[in-house]
């Protein structure tokens, strides 16, 4: 993340020596313009680091310290004296500033306080500064398995880990994008900066925009206080950009100029600065379609697939499904403190021929469920939810021979048509009997049904619309929305 310093000091040719040294590619230095209202705005503007001399220091300063503590950063404020008294000292240091020293040292002197303050602010910024961390770190080694599909994209992998190539993500909803990218961030060279992750579908199209650059103060109406950016968070670090594709084209023009000059302008910021950040980007549909058909800029496409990665949805390796589940059985068992070791064979056969619509989030959903509800050391097709244990009878399994013809009965017209529009079809008949399903399991609760499908309510809401379903179908009496 970019460390903020301002510089509130009334000695014009201490304040440039203190901003020549101090500023460098990971450090913006700022330099309020006038006295007038010079705490409201330090207030109201971002800082890790406040540098005030102590003849602009405001009265009351007790109270106006508390300010600061409700500040979304808690800037650390040093103060430069030239008083030598030690009753003024610690009345300074009792009202809540940081450090104090003389205005007369060394610039070297002062740099090396503020170095040391600065260090203490990356130490704490490192902590998970906004975004949450997973319990378990993602590496590499998750992904890989006997599976062709799975062979096939991470061969692949290995070879943009330890570049600074913008990356793109594509596969269905749940296939473990995120942990992918998480993957990748955690075994290359940016290790050790910050990984942020933002689902550009789930903000409204009027806030992402400062979501991603930030924001001055009054840039528009409820601006109260400046704000920074994600990618300003995410300097040195990585930015994943989840549902990229649902990015309004205004703002495609934006990011497009940031990902070509890794600068950034604020919104109402006469201002850019730059930032070194690694982008990686997800898309549950393939953005090359929504080139095609005009809501994705090209230039941008072009920008961002610099290496493309498909991941396969679970149904299509179903080899990895055993793995999967012991690892998540380890997992779980773990963080539950329950003694399951394993899978009884019937409720794996049960697991590998179930179509995964919700891919490896419905999986990792349901081997919690079952490890919570199971008995014993062993998950039994009891432990499993109803839809997924009745397929245990109905196909052959992962590796087996079938016994009888399929039991599913096609569409006649289907065997006029090639394989690739059967497959469509029938993948658009699985999602709609899925959404269905939720829907009435839940009783028309579109928040609750999202939840359960692992995706943004907005994007359930638009499934909803593609096919033609309405929630008060499915109301319940008494229901409400969730």
């Known amino acids: 993340m970019l460390i903020r310093v301002t510089l509130a000091v009334d000695d014009s040719a201490l304040r440039q020596r203190l901003r020549r040294r101090l500023a460098r590619p990971d450090i913006l230095v700022e330099i309020p313009r006038a006295r007038k209202n010079l705490w409201e705005r330090i207030v109201l503007e971002p800082a890790d680091v406040v540098i005030i001399s102590r003849s602009l220091l405001p009265d009351l300063l007790k109270d106006k310290m508390m300010q600061l503590q409700n500040h979304p950063d808690v800037p650390a404020v040093v103060v430069l004296s030239n008083s030598t008294y030690p009753e003024e000292h610690a009345r300074l240091l009792a009202e809540g500033c940081d450090t104090l020293l003389s205005a007369g040292s060394a610039v070297e002197d002062v740099r090396d306080v503020i170095e040391a303050l600065l260090e203490k602010r990356r130490r704490l910024t490192q902590k998970g500064f906004f975004v949450p961390q997973p319990l378990a770190e993602p590496r590499l080694a998750d992904f890989v398995s006997e599976s062709p599909g799975t062979a096939a994209f991470m061969n692949l992998v290995p070879r943009v880990v330890g570049s600074d190539a913008t990356v793109l993500i594509e596969g269905e909803t749940g296939v473990g994008k995120e942990r992918l990218a998480r993957a990748i ?177 419905e999986m990792n959903n349901v081997i919690e469920r079952a490890i919570l509800l199971c008995d014993n050391s062993e998950i039994t097709l009891d432990d499993l939810p109803e839809s997924i244990a009745r397929t245990a009878a109905s196909s052959p399994g992962v590796g087996e021979a079938p016994d009888s013809a399929p039991g599913i009965r096609l569409p006649e017209q289907w065997l006029a048509k090639p394989l690739r529009e059967v497959q469509a079809a029938f993948l658009s008949d699985l999602e709609r009997q899925y959404v269905e399903g939720l829907l009435r399991a839940t009783g028309g609760r579109v928040g609750e049904a999202a939840k359960r499908a692992g995706i943004h309510p907005r994007s359930l809401y638009e499934k909803m619309k593609q096919f033609g379903l309405h929630k008060g179908d499915f109301r319940r009496a008494g229901s409400r929305e969730a």
């Open 185 to 361: 961030h955690a075994e290359g060279p940016r290790s050790q900066g910050r990984f942020v992750a933002l689902n550009c579908g789930a903000l409204p199209e009027g806030l992402l925009e400062s979501e991603l650059f930030g924001h001055v103060r009054g840039a528009f109406t409820g601006a109260t206080a400046a704000r920074r950016g994600w990618f300003e968070i995410a300097h040195r670090g990585t930015l994943f950009l989840d549902e990229v594709g649902e990015i309004p084209l205004h703002v495609q023009v934006k990011l497009l100029r940031v990902l070509q000059d890794q600068q950034i302008q604020p919104i109402g910021s006469e201002k850019s600065f730059g930032v070194d950040v690694r982008v990686i980007a997800a898309s549950n549909r393939p953005l090359e379609a929504e080139v095609e058909a005009g809501r994705f800029r090209r230039d941008l496409y072009h920008r961002l697939s610099v290496v493309t990665i498909t991941v396969p949805p679970l149904r299509e390796r179903a080899e990895d499904i055993p793995v999967l589940v012991e690892r998540q059985i380890q997992h779980f068992a773990r963080e539950t403190g329950r003694h399951v070791k394993r899978v009884a064979e019937q409720a794996m056969r049960a697991l590998c021929r179930y179509p995964w619509p919700g891919n490896v989030r």
